[in-house]
């Protein structure tokens, strides 16, 4: 790291698991690892239902947003990649759930599967600060 690049790490979301971080702050710029429907302690999900793996993967990049002193609003650009095209609907409902009134940028990616077999993996880039 330099001193324009800071980590950004919390207990609210699981801790990086190879070599790389929860998020990094580049000034006012947040950069939010890819995040797994992993919880925190990662202890198994009550639900793992396609809703269920959106809405844990989604609340760690939101924790990670809120640990460098963000919110979802700001939140500039979100990269969902979802296995199978037909969870598109389902991931639209969570995430319109929990981000509310926040509408960042958005791409949502179409795959053929994501590590350890889960079924959502989320990342975003924030702007929080001056």
């Known amino acids: 790291m330099n001193d324009r690049i800071s980590p950004v790490a919390t207990a609210k979301a699981p801790a990086a698991a190879g ?6 702050r580049a000034g006012a710029t947040l ?3 890819g995040q797994l429907p992993i919880s925190a302690d990662k202890s198994p999900l009550e639900d793992m239902s396609f809703a269920g793996q959106a809405r844990q993967a989604v609340a760690n990049m939101l ?3 809120e640990a460098a ?3 979802s609003a700001d939140l500039c650009r979100v990269t969902a990649y ?3 095209v037909e969870n598109w609907p389902e991931f639209n409902r969570v995430y319109a759930e929990m981000l509310g009134d926040a509408k960042p940028a958005r791409t949502v990616v179409p795959v ?3 590590h350890y ?5 989320v990342d975003g880039i924030a702007l929080i600060g001056d």
Do not use: F, K, N, R
């Open 82 to 84: 979802i296995v199978g």
């Open 112 to 114: 053929a599967e994501l």
């Open 117 to 121: 077999g889960y079924l959502v993996e």
């Open 63 to 65: 924790a990670i947003v």
């Open 19 to 24: 070599h790389y971080s929860q998020g990094l």
């Open 31 to 33: 950069y939010v690892s």
């Open 69 to 71: 002193g963000g919110s």
